[in-house]
Each structure stands twice: as structure tokens, then as C-alpha cells.
């Protein structure tokens, strides 16, 4: 019998983005999520499927190494933002959350990651 192929050529890359008001994800209500897919090709309810993969190509899908843009400077006011993202980047589960002191912060970070 011939070999059978394999199912996918590439490793899946599916999340699912939340953002909420609070300070932790659990005492959080999810006010937006989006669905971000990155393999075989950009796509997803990220209304900037193509610029948030490759934001998350350029740090190899770890969400810890994403860093504040150093021409953003943001006010001190408290209004914590908390992201998560769930789902399974280059065949790896994902299971990351970050809590923001506010959305100027959340913005400087990863660019159009969080920007839904």
C-alpha cells in the first residue's frame, strides 16, 4: 500500500485573542475576542490577521518576548487591561495572559497583536 500522506504540511497555528476590563482574567469580563490563524496562510476575525502573525513570527510565537514600542509614551492612570490568548501556536498549546495598566500600554505592546 502506498504511503498515506500526511494530513497538513505545516504545523497549526489557531488562537483565540480576548481582551477585558480588570485585573486578572478570571475577575475579567471578555469584552472582545477574535480568532487569529496563521498557517497555512493569515486569516481569522483579527481584523489584521497578516500584521498580528507576523508580530508573533518575529518574537517565535512566545508572547513574553513581546516588548513595548520605545515611541510610545503612555499616562500613568490605572485602568487595568487584560489579554489572553488560548489555542495552539506551530503545534504547541498556548496559554498566555497579561494584565496592562491600560490600553495605551496593551497598545505599545505587540503593535496590531491586541489592537481589536
Known sequence: APDAAPASLYAPSALVLTIGHGGAAATATPERAVTLTCAP????????????????????????ALKARDD????????PVVVTAQGVWQGQRVSYE?????????????????AF
Open 41 to 64: 496562510t493569515s486569516s481569522g476575525t483579527h481584523p489584521a490577521a497578516s500584521a498580528a502573525c507576523a508580530e508573533l513570527r518575529g518574537v517565535g510565537g512566545d508572547f513574553a
Open 72 to 79: 510610545v509614551w503612555c499616562n500613568k492612570l490605572y485602568d
Open 98 to 114: 497579561r494584565t496592562f495598566g491600560n490600553s495605551c500600554e496593551r497598545d505599545a505592546v505587540g503593535g496590531s497583536l491586541f
